[in-house]
């Protein structure tokens, strides 16, 4: 009886969050946003202490951020820090660009060379 019970709430959870849930853990925020290549980026609503409202992170975390609204603004000592933000209510474009050692994905086109 007792295993019936285990069973039934595997099935339970697998139902409510998915069956995958349990294949990948939760990304670190830091690295929700490491690529390979452009496809694999995508952007997010993001709400950002200095004024931006989007951002791009890899697609195959994008479940996880829809399902962790911490992960969905910005906020506190950084924000002092950083000053005033150019707007990006108009980025509808985001790429995988090499940032010091890793690729990381950018919202925005990119940039003409």
């Not at 830091?30 to 992170?57: F, L, P, Q």
């Not at 603004?73 to 890793?102: R, Y």
Request: with cysteine; charged share 25%; glycine share 6%.
């Amino acid at each position: 009886m007792k295993t019936f019970f285990v069973s039934l709430l595997f099935l339970f959870s697998d139902v409510v969050f998915g069956a995958d849930h349990k294949k990948e853990p939760l990304p670190i925020p830091a690295d929700i946003d490491v690529c390979e290549k452009d496809t694999e980026c995508v952007i997010v609503s993001h709400r950002h202490c200095c004024g931006t409202t989007k951002k791009a992170i890899n697609s195959k975390y994008l479940k996880a951020y829809n399902m962790t609204p911490s992960w969905q603004k910005t906020e506190g000592g950084i924000c002092a820090v950083i000053g005033q933000c150019l707007p990006n209510d108009d980025v509808t474009k985001t790429h995988c660009s090499k940032i010091g050692n890793e690729k990381r994905c950018i919202d925005g086109p990119r940039s003409e060379k």
